[in-house]
């Protein structure tokens, strides 16, 4: 586990609808800034990431140093979520300062892939933690990553309960601008690969996503690259901040 704030310095927030889902978040009262881009990292961990789950904790550790880096790293919170049958919050909405890559469990997958309620409590949770802070006088943006290298196939949220989610909230304006982005990977072992690949494109669609990116094989190196894209997405929409519109979607 990351070194973690106190307990303290947390809350625990549920997101409002079906599902019972929680998550957590640095107290309001201890944010320093006055503006924040709220970014969450979804990510697979179920049987079949086995054969790359070093290069995807690697990914996700190159992720949160890029943004340490990153000028506007002080307007930045991270959440961490990893799903398999069940959703398993690493750490909720932090300050990248109070965030040690270097102390993630190593991954271990198994089990199913409740990819529709990841993506739920996903979005759900940038939606509701962005509304609490507007509701404070603060200007927030957020950005929600999704990998997989599968199909649902457990859980019980749909695509459309998703969609509405985020056509809500961005009616009651409870947050600036949302960029979704779904981050498809291929094991090169898989005789179905096309059927899963098309499966998480029409997921998209029906769920509404911003972006679907199809990764290619889960080698080291397109793990690095996907780092770097996550990254940049992230200071990409951080820059966006303050002007009424999410950012322009990045190329993979």
């Not at 990764?215 to 780092?227: C, F, H, I, S, W």
Request: a negative charge.
């Amino acid at each position: 586990m990351p070194r973690l704030m106190a307990q303290d310095d947390t809350q625990t927030i549920a997101i409002p609808g079906a599902g019972g889902f929680q998550f957590s978040g640095v107290k309001i009262d201890n944010l320093g800034a006055t503006e924040y881009t709220l970014a969450t990292m979804v990510v697979d961990i179920s049987g079949s990431v086995s054969p790359f789950r070093d290069a995807l904790l690697g990914c996700i550790k190159a992720v949160i140093e890029a943004c340490k880096k990153n000028p506007r790293a002080d307007n930045l919170l991270f959440r961490l979520l990893l799903f398999n049958d069940t959703l398993q919050e690493v750490h909720g909405f932090l300050n990248l300062a109070d965030i040690d890559p270097n102390q993630y469990d190593q991954l271990s997958p198994q089990g199913m892939t409740a990819l529709f309620d990841a993506t739920y409590d996903g979005v759900g949770a940038t939606l509701e933690y962005g509304k609490l802070l507007v509701e404070q006088d603060f200007d927030v943006n957020g950005v929600v990553f999704v990998v997989t290298d599968g199909m649902n196939n457990r859980g019980t949220m749909t695509p459309n309960e998703i969609k509405k989610k985020v056509q809500t909230a961005l009616a009651k304006e409870d947050i600036e601008s949302l960029v979704t982005i779904l981050i498809g990977l291929h094991d090169p072992n898989l005789d179905w690969q096309a059927e899963v690949t098309q499966a998480l494109s029409e997921f998209q669609t029906q769920a509404d996503i911003t972006q679907f990116v199809d990764v290619g094989d889960a080698t080291p190196e397109n793990l690095a690259k996907l780092g770097n894209f996550v990254s940049e997405s992230i200071s990409s929409q951080s820059n966006a901040l303050g002007t009424g519109s999410p950012s322009q979607t990045l190329r993979f």
